[in-house]
């Protein structure tokens, strides 16, 4: 019982020196702010890359060999409570790697614990995702690094990130394999085309999806001839059944030959420009809830009681149709 009437004492010392101290605190020292915390900082400091980049992009196979160039959008923004920089770049490699599209996304976050800018990046060229970790140096530039095996080969990568002024970022990617001399793998110039815009209390964010336009032809033929004049190829479709889906390096079109009435707006959610399903997306009913909950008019629903692959369609003030076709069968599926 001495024991524990002793604790309930000192218990009651420690309370009350606290509610002391509280009283006689400086109040000045009450009201000083306190300095943000490293990962706070840090947070912030992803935060500031959030936007639309134009990416222009080297690749190098092997060290002293040519240079394969390529373009890529990059789409950067905060996800997962603020937590993480995702970002999403979709390119195209050059004629020489036959105008192949490719898809990387990372995801960089700070661990407080470590001091460390953690990220992982997945590419639609490899089942391998890369973890690199490293910290941030006196002048801002932030190099990473990684071990990782691919194609049976033990790989180590360095990512140097280098941002020259708030709208230009360079990212190195130093390899080495099997303990080979490093060499630079990759290169990517981005210049920010667009900040993300602040969203205003209250308002919802829609994402549609992959976007195309579809075009309502008269001879699919003769429109496939012209396309293709212009840099586009086919890469789905089927013209004896009188539709074509057709790229080039940045744009995606549908060619429909008594198909649909009209030229089309068309998003595809689930998807990305190569038609492979995305790991996560919003699902065309959660899109069309919202969009009913901002007072648009859909001339399509889709029952919000199914899953898997449904549309939604609605017609914009000049009369264009605005189509939502989702073929995925659902988030996470």
Known sequence: MRTRGAAIVIS????????ASELWQDPAAK???????????????????????????????????????????????????????EQRFDGTFGPEMGSKPWTSVSYTGFNGSTGEYEAVR??????TMIN????????????????????????????????????KCVIETWMSFDGSPEFKGAEMVLTRMMQKAERKE??????????SVSLAVKDI???????????????????????????????????????????TLTYNPGWDRTCATLPAFEDVRSIQK???AKGLELTLAADESTTGPASVMLIDPDGNPILLDQHAAGPGK
């Open 122 to 127: 997945m590419a639609s060229s490899s089942s």
């Open 202 to 211: 209250g308002e919802t964010e829609v994402n549609l999806g992959n976007f």
């Open 290 to 292: 919202t969009l009913k």
């Open 12 to 19: 009651a010392a420690c309370a009350f020196g606290a509610v």
């Open 132 to 167: 690199v970790r490293g910290k941030a140096k006196p002048d801002g530039t932030i190099e990473m690094s990684g071990n990782y095996v691919m194609m049976g080969m033990k790989g180590t990568e360095r990512d140097v990130i280098r941002h020259e002024g708030a709208d």
């Open 31 to 85: 009201t000083a702010p306190k300095p943000p915390s490293p990962t706070a900082k840090a947070l912030e400091a992803l935060k500031a890359d959030e936007g639309v980049w134009n990416a222009e992009v080297s690749f190098w196979i092997k060290p002293g060999g040519d240079a394969i160039k390529s373009h890529a959008v990059l789409n950067a923004k905060m996800d997962i409570g603020g937590m993480f920089l």
């Open 221 to 263: 033929a003769a429109s496939r001839a012209f396309y293709e004049k212009l840099g586009f190829k086919k890469i789905g479709g089927d013209q004896a059944k009188s539709w074509l889906i057709m790229q080039n390096e940045t744009s995606t079109i549908g060619l429909f030959q008594g198909v649909i009435p009209k030229n």
